[in-house]
């Protein structure tokens, strides 16, 4: 994804809030334990999986949005 490439700050920053909201619709879902006190591996596992799906799809978007804008 070179092409839609934000920079390290834009990356890590769509980073962060994919995360976050790749873990929330994770919980909703059912898909992830609602309750933050869990530390077993399917745990650790379903919130890094969330993580990146959810980063790598806002980045996605961002960098769609960015190359529309700049035509």
Do not use: H
Request: net charge positive; no cysteine.
């Amino acid at each position: 994804m070179k092409e839609s490439s934000l920079g390290t700050v834009g990356n890590s920053l769509a980073g962060i809030l994919g995360g976050g909201i790749g873990g929330q619709l994770l919980r909703l879902l059912g898909l992830a334990q609602a309750s933050g006190d869990g530390m077993d591996i399917g745990s650790i596992i379903s919130s890094i999986a969330g993580g990146g799906v959810g980063g790598g799809v806002l980045m996605a978007i961002i960098g769609v949005v960015k190359k529309a804008m700049a035509k």
